[in-house]
């Protein structure tokens, strides 16, 4: 679109059109709240994915204060048929951020619905509206002395829990599966019915927040990851603030150390005596969080040789593995776990631990603390300038956390990022039974070459990872297609017959998840 006004147009819909419909979106939402120049635009194009910036352009932004302006925006857009994106705190950094999945798409920006509609201690609850942030959140819980914890992934200040859990997140605390701890949404459908799951239905209901279930089919989960409805409001559970909080570190000295951690790990986390969701971090990511850039140590192009890594592992102190856990209770409780981390490490003849004592103020122990405890922070944005050029990608395959497993894809991952002249810059995230290992395929966004590459890359991490029975449980944007193909075609089919009786026009985020009509 050489002369048009519009930073791009959404599919099949004309300039002409386009006037007319983003004259309606500015009669219901207010004209400021309807952007369309390239300098309003750019903050919604920051993405970190290695594709052309054009191909997520979106063709405007709405900005959007009450359910009722969401209904609007779902009746215009049926009516020119435009496709809309909504985002909540829009901050999913390597997964798309901001952007559509789609040029042309709209996106409807919920930031401003930001309030916090109700915080019940007595009952450990939440019910939010899409803009809160975690920040927000803690703010609001400290100001009030509430007894409370929340959980939340790292860009954790100004992301928020209505966006990481529609999106699936995960958090470091006891309440680290987002997901599980949701409870009640309204959904704005895409024929404008406003939708609420659970007890949410029941005129005079008072459970809302505290019984998932409902009657009948329970749909929250439909509404994750997908496109089937606008999310305005979500329910959460809180986590009481302990007495004692413990969290420490172990370090482990050799890369094939990670089998022997799980193994150690696994049999503490299901039966609760680690409550948290554990963090097992490789040498890079634990340097790069605390500052350590590539160009520290080397200029010359390519993966970052193991001397090198051993060498940063001395200078900084870093294990080869970096486990992170904490203990939450009465004292008497956590003397009592104590004791039986302490004799499992002894025993395995393996492995240092650092208490918060030893640690004292030092990174990355401080934030690592901090996200265990629920302390907002951005610390681990220094995984960026690792390698500088604001590339980034996470590459995040589901393991069982069985030893053997999580070994087998270390080595997978390293050998394919390290042949592509990338780094293995990875963690894993300790479910009760699951792992998420998730991995930042950092590179330069600034050079085409390198765009190429880490595109070359990432697909064959996807192509290599699947032939041995591996998928990631959530992917940027560049890759939905791709990955739900992983995933089989009978979802797939499954998935498109919601959607074309839920969406006929197929107006909601069309290609997330790869669902379209
Ligand atoms: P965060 O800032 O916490 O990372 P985002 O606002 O970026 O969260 O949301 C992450 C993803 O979740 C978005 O890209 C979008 O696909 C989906 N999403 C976010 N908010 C909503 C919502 N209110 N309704 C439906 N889907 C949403």
Redesign the pocket.
Known sequence: MMNSKYQALPKGVSEAQFDEAIGQFAAALGADQVLTSAEHLTPYTKIMMAVDTAEHTPSAVLLATSVEQVQAVVRICNAYKIPVW???????FGY?S?APVERGQIVLD?KKMNKILHVDTELCTALVE?GVTYQQLYDYLEENKLPLMLSFSAPSAI??P???T??RGVGYTPYGEHFLMQCGMEVVLANGDVYRTGMGGVKGDKAWQVFKWGFGPTLDGMFTQSNYG??TKMGFWLMPKPPVFKPFEIKFDNDDDIGDIVELLRPLRIAQIIPNAVVIAGTLWEASTCNTRRSDYLTTPGATPDSVIQQIRKDKNLGAWNVYAALYGTPEQVEVNWKIVTDTIKRAGKGKIVTQEEAGDTQPFKYRAQLMSGVPNLQEFGLYNWRGGGGSMWFAPVSQARGSECGKQVQLAKSILNKHGLDYVGEFIVGWRDMHHVIDVLYDRSNPEEMKVAHACFSELLDEFEKQGYAVYRVNTAFQERVANSYGPVKRKLEQTLKRALDPNGIL?PG?SGIRI
Not at 86 to 92: C, F, K
């Open positions: 909504p985002i909540s705190t829009g901050r999913n798309g901001a919920l899409p992301a928020g209505l966006g990481n529609m999106d606008i999310c985020a997330k």
